[in-house]
């Protein structure tokens, strides 16, 4: 069997190009494969350490090759970037990989398993038809007003709205159709976004991590199995504060010369993450006045100095922090830092 020290493999379709080499300083084994081939040139060498963007079909595949006993490091593709030496094709791509893994400060991403991949892809699924939804209810108003017919704001008033328009003399027969069939894209919809959240209910019953951090206030079933979901491997981020920054809640540096200079969040990373917590933090806002403890105490001293919209962003960021601690150390939530008064 062929023995290589580390092979970079870049995805795609139904083509893959490697990059492979038998030692350092060597020269390197290029090739093009399909996905039949790709399966019988990894099954007949020996165990290797195996580099890929974490991009599509990357955790599949990584599981697939750690199944035939390599070694397999996804790297997030703008880390691999900068290794590209000129030009862009998919022989350039596997020869920057197989150089980027092997940098000893490189970042490399957790592999997920296919539950893991499932539970996120419900979530996708009701983030998309939620957006459908309010596509609907924003193009069903905007048609309605056209004939004076309106109702407040907010969707628990469409039906509200469906009513008025269905009594409505005046209303010309073919706006009642067109009505009629986005109130039906609206029940289908209400009905499917109900049918995959009682499948990430169940997703989070079978999780002990996502059940742990449900217990941390204003983190619900949704936001608890998305993280648990999406991060296999809580140790790959150094501190809380790192597991922050992925998200996106940490200031923007732009500092030099030992002067610190901060701005506003990245708002890079996980923007569905981020914006459950953010929404989170919102829920909490609303009761801390009915609260007590440290939580409660820092909550309401930030507010004494920053307008609330910022210290939402802010407690956003101390709940990833906290979600990191409890999701590396096993550590319920301390209750008496936000108890009831």
């Not at 990430?200 to 079933?221: T, Y």
């Not at 609330?308 to 319920?332: H, P």
Request: hydrophobic share 45%; glycine share 8%.
């Amino acid at each position: 069997m062929k023995k290589f020290i580390r092979i970079g493999v870049d995805l795609a379709k139904n083509y893959f190009q490697i990059h492979a080499l038998a030692s350092e300083g060597a020269l390197a084994v290029t090739r093009k494969m399909t996905r039949v081939k790709m399966r019988e040139f990894f099954s007949r060498i020996e165990p290797c350490l195996v580099g890929m963007e974490a991009c599509g079909t990357a955790h599949y595949w990584a599981r697939e090759l750690k199944a035939m006993g390599h070694e397999v490091l996804l790297m997030p593709p703008a880390y691999t970037k900068p290794y590209v030496k000129r030009g862009k094709n998919d022989a350039v791509d596997a020869d920057a990989i197989c150089e980027a893994m092997s940098r000893p400060g490189m970042r490399f991403v957790p592999i997920k398993s296919a539950e893991q991949q499932a539970t996120l892809m419900l979530h996708k699924t009701r983030e998309l038809l939620i957006k459908q939804r309010t596509m609907s209810v924003n193009a069903l108003r905007g048609h309605l007003s056209e004939f004076g017919i309106v109702a407040a704001k907010g969707i628990g008033h469409v039906d509200e709205l469906l009513d008025l328009a269905e009594s409505d003399a005046m209303l010309p027969a073919a706006a009642k159709t067109a009505m009629r069939v986005l109130a039906q894209a609206l029940e289908g919809l209400d009905k499917a976004i109900d049918d995959l959240e009682k499948e990430i209910s169940s997703a989070h019953g079978q999780n002990e991590v996502s059940r742990l951090l449900d217990q941390v206030p204003g983190i619900g079933k949704l936001i608890a199995s998305v993280i648990a979901a999406s991060v296999p491997d809580p140790s790959v981020f150094k501190s809380g504060r790192d597991f922050a920054a992925w998200l996106g809640l940490t200031p923007r540096q732009n500092s030099s010369g030992g002067k610190q200079t901060l701005g506003g969040i990245t708002k890079q990373g996980n923007r569905y993450i981020r914006k459950m917590l953010v929404l989170g933090a919102t829920s909490l806002l609303n009761v801390v006045g009915k609260r007590k403890g440290a939580l409660r105490d820092w909550i309401v001293g930030l507010l004494a100095k920053k307008p609330a919209r910022l210290v939402t962003v802010a407690l956003a960021n101390k709940l990833a922090r906290i979600l990191w601690a409890m999701m590396k150390t096993g550590e319920c939530f301390r209750t008496e830092m936000f108890a009831k008064a």
